[in-house]
């Protein structure tokens, strides 16, 4: 006992105290910040992935190639070829993918009700990639109606853009899809004709979609030649914001809706000033286990003589360092509940900020923090007792 009065001493005392709250002070700071880099990290994956947080599964993507200034007048470089398919379906984000067939014939408008005649051009996909459920979706070859899905964009623009500046009325969704605009569709002197019906209205393909069958049967009768390649594909992703597809994306000059894909910038961000906090912390923690290490040297250098002593009187070195370690594990404990239980305050008016914002995520720290904690204080007393084992071994 009496070694152990001879430590209370020394640590609250003289030059061995002020190392003592130096290596405590460093070490509360350094779990925080690794506690904050994990739950910033944990937090921003839940932002992402959490169902809370999800409007639908997965997000589709409009894939095509960039048009530079050598492409110009050269539309054969600007299609897929069968191998540039076979590499994208293979990669590890594409959870499917499809061609959008483009018509290989002219197509005409004409909107008697709007006033107006236009040029248009029609494209399709399979039906599990069209975000517009409706039972009016098919079409069989002698049906003389045929369905067509448009952009929400599209009406946007003709109501905000072409009928003010034409002083038209402006036109609701649900009046769009009683009107039916006469089809016109030809190719050299075979022109076909038919009513158009607009079932719905597309928040993920800016184009103007018909059936498949229907694009199958109007490309077979009406085009000339062998089938062209495609030039559009559509990907589904669960992931747009991964890094992995973005790079893909940029690395074989192929370009998609960057409102989709803005969060893999902002992921990037992220990692790098999480890594920066995380890399800190680590730091800083390393600079305390070494400040823990040379207090304990200090101690058990200065009282060398009285070690040596009680060694003699038949205290054994075993006995010597569990004293010495009971001194530091209330600290370890006070340090460990006081770092957790300021991040965890953190992260709870972290998520009420969010959730005002109608982003979501866990009031309290992810399992992830509570396992950092134990094993950065297991990792301190596991450091700790190797250094005064090493220092009483050598003046015993």
Excluded: C
């Amino acid at each position: 006992m009496q070694f152990n009065e001879i430590l209370k001493k020394i640590i609250h005392t003289g030059v061995g105290r002020g190392r003592f709250w130096m290596a405590s002070i460093g070490l509360g700071i350094a779990m925080l910040l690794i506690l904050v880099a994990l739950q910033v990290h944990t937090n921003f994956n839940e932002l992402l992935y959490g169902s809370r947080n999800q409007n639908e599964r997965a997000d589709y993507l409009v894939v095509n190639k960039k048009i530079t200034n050598d492409m110009m007048g050269k539309p054969e470089l600007t299609v897929f070829k069968p191998e540039e398919l076979k590499d994208i379906a293979a990669q590890p984000f594409v959870e499917d993918f499809s061609i959008i067939t483009a018509a290989q014939y002219n197509v005409r408008l004409e909107a008697d009700q709007l006033g107006f005649s236009t040029l248009a051009f029609f494209e399709s996909v399979p039906d599990s990639f069209i975000d517009v459920q409706s039972t009016d979706w098919k079409w069989q070859e002698g049906q003389q109606i045929v369905p067509i899905i448009v952009p929400r964009d599209f009406t946007n623009m003709f109501n905000f853009g072409f009928a003010l500046g034409n002083n038209m009325p402006q036109f609701s969704e649900e009046t769009i899809k009683t009107l039916s605009p006469g089809i016109v569709v030809s190719q050299g002197m075979r022109t076909g004709r038919f009513l158009g019906r607009i079932v719905g209205f597309s928040d993920r393909i800016s184009t103007v979609l018909v059936p498949q069958s229907f694009m199958d049967w109007a490309n077979n009768i009406y085009s000339t030649g062998a089938a062209k390649a495609p030039s559009r594909i559509i990907v589904k992703t669960k992931d747009p914001s991964s890094t992995v597809l973005t790079n893909y994306l940029e690395e074989h000059k192929y370009v998609t809706d960057e409102e989709k894909t803005k969060y893999s910038k902002i992921r990037g961000i992220v990692q790098i000033i999480v890594s920066a906090v995380g890399f800190f912390g680590l730091v800083l923690l390393m600079f305390a286990l070494l400040v823990f290490s040379m207090f304990i040297q200090l101690v058990i250098e200065s009282y060398r003589n009285e070690i040596r002593l009680l060694i003699t009187l038949g205290a054994s070195p075993g006995q010597l360092q569990r004293y010495l370690l009971k001194q530091f594990i209330p600290m370890y404990l006070v340090t460990g509940v006081v770092a957790f239980v300021a991040i965890t305050g953190l992260q709870w008016w972290a998520s009420g900020l969010l959730a005002k914002r109608n982003m979501f995520v866990s009031e309290w720290p992810g399992i992830m923090s509570l396992v950092a904690t134990v094993a950065i204080l297991a990792l301190v007393y596991a450091v700790n007792w190797f250094a005064v084992r090493k220092h009483i071994a050598e003046h015993t």
